[in-house]
């Protein structure tokens, strides 16, 4: 079955603590990219790949990094996480960026940082 | 990002038809998709349009007019599981896609 998968679904975690949010897909895809979603801002994207070790910033990269070493996963990564990344994480891929190709999401991770 | 504009909320009745506007700015502008979240879910796919016009899927249409920088999402006979966030999103002339803040839909019987 062709999908995205993120993990982990839920995380609580303490100001400062590394984290990593992993994001692996099955589809063969170019392009791979995170997204935050707050409430009253909708979806924000944080990071883009559009293939092995080509990564950019997106709207809002601050705090965090990414790396995209194999076609099929984007981790991300939070160095040292603050309250102000609580938010639910999207990853999502592409055959390849524009044209009509749908964005494929994962089931998303809610993380919050106290 | 890019501005785009969407209502925040909007209710309906079951069976009758709603349609839900979506403004963008036209500059650097490579297509224009629809998605639909349930809360808490992931955002799944409704349609896609680079071309002006309609496109018709179903009980679910949607229109782009490239000039006036705007599109809409028609839902036609109406049902309770459309009760969702639909998100307008556009891409950009660097090819990522560019989210409004999305519309809740609430269908009531």
Same mark, same amino acid.
């Given at each position: 079955?062709?999908? !995205? ?15 990593? !949010? ?29 293939? !092995?070790?080509? /990564? ?29 990344? /609580? ?28 | ?109």
């Amino acid at each position: 079955e062709a999908q !995205v998968t993120q993990n982990p679904r839920y995380l609580i975690t303490v100001t400062g603590k590394k984290l990593t !949010v992993t994001c692996s897909q099955n589809m063969n895809h170019e392009y791979m990219s995170w997204y935050r979603q707050d409430p009253g801002l909708g979806l924000r994207q944080i990071y883009y790949s559009m293939n !092995v070790e080509v /990564t950019d910033k997106g709207d809002v990269p601050e705090g965090y990094k990414v790396s995209r070493k194999e076609k099929r996963n984007f981790p991300l990564i939070l160095e040292s996480p603050s309250p102000n990344q /609580t938010s639910l994480y999207f990853c999502a891929s592409n055959p390849f960026p524009g044209g009509n190709t749908e964005a494929f999401f994962g089931q998303g991770t809610r993380l919050t940082v106290v | 990002g890019q501005n785009i504009d969407q209502p925040t909320e909007m209710t309906a009745t079951e069976g009758a038809i709603v349609q839900i506007n979506c403004t963008y700015q036209t500059s650097g502008f490579n297509g224009l998709f629809w998605y639909q979240q349930h809360a808490g879910e992931a955002p799944t796919f409704l349609s896609y349009n680079v071309l002006d016009g309609l496109e018709e899927k179903g009980r679910f249409s949607s229109f782009l007019s490239r000039s006036k920088g705007y599109s809409y999402l028609l839902l036609k006979e109406l049902q309770m599981k459309d009760s969702a966030s639909y998100l307008c999103a556009q891409v950009n002339s660097g090819y990522a896609l560019n989210f409004g803040k999305g519309t809740s839909l609430l269908v009531t019987p």
